[in-house]
């Protein structure tokens, strides 16, 4: 399962993790995904998708 939001294709980000003595070694942002049910063209299917999709209303939830 990939770590892609399904409406604006969000993916995990490369960055480093910092230590007190500035050793850097590689770490991931991954995007906060939600399983949510969606009307999708008329349809119930079941998305994942990241929480700034879900907050700017770009989803709508099914009930």
Request: aromatic letters at 2%; one cysteine or more; glycine letters at 4%.
């Amino acid at each position: 399962m990939s770590k892609i939001c399904e409406i604006c294709g969000k993916k995990p980000q490369i960055g480093n993790l910092v230590s007190h003595a500035h050793n850097l070694t590689k770490r991931r942002f991954n995007p906060n995904l939600q399983r949510v049910r969606v009307l999708h063209n008329k349809s119930v299917k079941t998305m994942r998708v990241c929480t700034k999709c879900i907050k700017a209303g770009h989803v709508v939830k099914a009930v």
